[in-house]
């Protein structure tokens, strides 16, 4: 395997909504530049970036995949991403490691949400983009509409630099707007090109075209204005170098065309990454921290200290933990022994190697840019910064949206509950989103992830991977208890037997706290009515009786209890009796204190198409929800609501049939609210049934 310099490397995340074809493509490329002795197709489970067995069943990317091409004297480090939703974590992790991006819009659908949410992801990261009009051979597709959709969304900034040269089945190849030529693409599917002229009916409008691309090159550039003004054009020799580097400012987002799964636009496709997109060298200076926490920047080259960032972790049940990595600074040697700053200790880096899907290469040495991957570091995760120990820095780690769903699972076996733990940790820290818990109010294993999906494709891993088998269920609302009104009670607990009795007495004023106060214990008793070491044995009992609950078993919330009488006995009075009375206290005061039952309410953000507003609000409200506003953005609508979590358990499945995969949600926490005396009761009922509140302690 050749060494590469940084210059010649590109690295190039593909992104874009679902089913643009970014995995065929990447598999199209592989196959042109002669990397592969086969073209692989998603639909026959062949490609190269969709190995795990979850991508090849469903048919769609669910992590981030490296490949890479070599082309000429450049390798081009490809990183293939998810598009949809629920995984588009794994997409935004994957763009801390690329230094350009090629945005996939499908030819007939035209822009997709996750179309703009992965352009948001590219302006975050200050990345250099290209659009690629992808499927250009499918019926009903259209370049003129696709691009005026580009130009709407994003600003005049889009410019073709490819014409389509014929659409739907008569899609043959492209029109370059640089070089003025015309390529077509035979129909064996080699991915090669035959240059000629430009045809007749088609060199107007690659004229017009070619125009409009000179102008947005010269337009940031005062040479190239002043050239422009004396000859009326750029000549190609003085367009390209002036195209590269609007293209690396972000001041243009230039626009291609293909069709991967026939293989056309593939090889033009290559030499455009080569000679436009921007080498790691060209992205700037890295912006980090040294030991004391002071900004420090950094180069990309070879003469710097070295420095790997981890942007990726991979659980293998057989190769264990394999970290991927970027070498921001530096030259990484096989066998090197790095410092990690973020945790400290020493790593080893054996065996370092390039990655080509599920498959990886040894190398010896990797330059400044250049990606890479190795096994079994000890302690090292993503997000972890990797280098010399005389030189430290601590680039900043990925920050993701919590989790939007809970699900409660249960092992199978006594087996499964051993191995299980061990599982879901190696799960953990291959995908940042995940959250595994145990709830102390329901005592239930919960696992988290920003969909439905996502924590169902989490479940089927465990069960490939780890051998370990586990049922879904939607968990248990954290329900609390509360009380409405003031009230007072005695608690007296006094038993006589044979020697020492028992004997405790006191009296407590009971009253409603706001919501999220907690419990709040005050201590008013004068005179010494019950000696001070007794008193956090009341406290103590009251705090266990609301923990059991009153009407259903949920915890009691948000209550001042004021200790202000009792008596004691000198002989007979223990702690254990204090205990007993003050539980006492709390029931008696219960049953006077209008108790209710308080719901988690969430607050939940949905990004819809415009068409589709006014069904889910309406969905909204008969899901007992709260609008809060609305906004539009691009032709989407944004609706903020209130709703509660209750109310939420199936929703993720509901969108999607509602907006046909096009809606997209967020939800956190909020607040705690009244449950409607209604649904109250049947939640109580349920309780009763199950053994719990008011009337089980009765027993």
């Known amino acids: 395997m050749k060494i590469y310099e940084s210059s010649t490397i590109r690295n190039v995340a593909l992104i874009g909504h679902g089913h643009t074809g970014k995995t065929q493509l990447v598999s199209a490329l592989l196959y042109t530049a002669g990397m592969v002795n086969r073209l692989g197709k998603v639909d026959e489970g062949t490609s190269v970036t969709d190995y795990d067995e979850e991508e090849i069943q469903r048919k769609f990317s669910i992590s981030a995949a490296l490949a890479y091409v070599e082309w000429e004297k450049t390798k081009l480090n490809l990183i293939d991403t998810p598009g949809f939703n629920i995984f588009l974590h794994e997409t935004e992790a994957a763009l801390t490691a690329a230094d350009a991006a090629l ?39 259209s370049f003129e509409r696709t691009l005026q959709a580009l130009r709407d969304a994003f600003g005049r900034s889009v410019v073709p630099v ?58 940031g550039n005062d040479k190239l204005m002043e050239e422009f003004f004396e000859k009326g054009t750029i000549p190609p020799e003085d367009l390209a170098p ?13 626009v291609l065309v293909s069709a991967a799964l ?135 780690r990925l920050k993701l949206p919590e989790p939007a769903i809970s699900f409660a699972i249960e092992p199978k076996s006594r087996g499964d509950e051993d191995k299980l733990s061990t599982a879901i940790h190696r799960m953990l820290e291959e995908d940042l989103l995940l959250r595994f818990s145990r709830d102390p109010q329901t005592n239930e294993f919960l696992l988290a992830g920003s969909g439905q999906q996502h924590v169902e494709v989490a479940v089927s891993k465990l069960k490939r991977r780890f051998n370990v088998e586990v049922t879904l269920k939607a968990p248990k609302i954290p329900y609390r208890e509360t009380i409405r009104a003031k009230a007072e009670a005695q608690g007296k607990h006094k038993k006589q037997t044979g020697g020492h009795g028992q004997y405790g007495d006191c009296w407590i004023r009971m009253e409603p706290l706001p919501r999220g106060a907690g419990f709040e214990f005050v201590n008013d008793i004068f005179g010494g009515a019950i000696p ?76 819809v198409p415009e068409a589709y507003s006014g069904d889910i609000m309406g969905n909204l409200n008969s899901r007992r929800g709260r609008i809060q506003g609305m906004d539009s953005k691009s032709g989407s609508t944004i609706i903020k609501a209130q709703v509660p979590l209750a109310e939420m358990l199936t929703y993720a499945s509901d969108l999607t049939s509602m907006t046909q995969g096009r809606g997209t949600y967020s939800m956190e926490y909020s607040h705690y609210d009244y449950v409607p005396p209604q649904i109250a009761e049947k939640i109580i009922a349920a309780a009763k049934a199950a053994g719990h509140g008011k009337e089980a302690e009765e027993e």
């Open 162 to 219: 490819q014409l389509p040269w014929g659409e739907e089945k008569n899609f043959r190849g492209c029109i370059d707007l640089v070089s003025m030529k015309a390529y077509s693409y035979n129909s064996n599917g080699s991915g090669k090109a035959q240059e000629s002229d430009i045809p007749g009916e088609l060199s107007e409008a690659a004229s017009k075209a070619h125009e409009a691309l000179v102008e947005m090159v010269a337009e």
């Open 262 to 396: 026939p293989n056309i636009g593939t090889e033009n496709l290559l030499r455009f990454a080569d000679a436009y997109l921007p080498s790691p060298s060209e992205r700037g200076d890295w912006q980090g921290t040294d030991a004391e926490g002071k900004p420090v920047k950094r180069k990309t080259a070879d003469d710097q200290p070295l420095a790997v960032y981890v942007f990726k972790t991979v659980a293998d049940p057989f190769a264990g933990r394999v970290s991927y990595y970027k070498v921001l600074s530096g030259v990484l040697k096989n066998e090197a022994s790095l410092s990690n700053f973020n945790r400290g200790g020493t790593e080893k880096f054996s065996h370092i190697a390039v990655v080509q899907g599920k498959s990886q290469t040894p190398i010896g040495e990797l330059r400044a840019g250049d990606l890479g991957a190795v096994a079994k570091l000890k302690d090292t995760l993503t997000g972890d910064t990797l280098g010399d120990k005389a030189a430290p820095i601590l680039y900043p």
């Open 103 to 141: 945005l996939l819009v499908h030819a007939v659908a035209g822009i997709e949400v996750q179309t703009e949410k992965t352009w948001g992801f590219c302006e975050k990261y200050g990345l250099p983009r290209a659009l690629l009009i992808n499927q250009m051979d499918r019926d009903r597709a």
């Open 242 to 254: 002036g195209l590269r580097e609007a293209i690396r400012e972000r001041r243009l987002f230039p």
């Open 532 to 607: 001070r070491n007794f008193i956090p044995a009341v406290e103590k009992g009251i705090v266990e009786a609301a923990s059991k609950g009153f009407l259903a078993g949920y915890p009691v919330v948000d209550f001042r209890v004021i200790l202000y009488d009792g008596s004691y006995h000198e002989v007979d009075s223990s702690e254990i009796a204090f205990k007993l009375a003050g539980s006492k206290a709390f029931k008696a005061c219960m049953e006077q204190a209008k108790p209710c039952l308080l719901e988690p309410i969430m607050n939940v953000e949905i990004t």
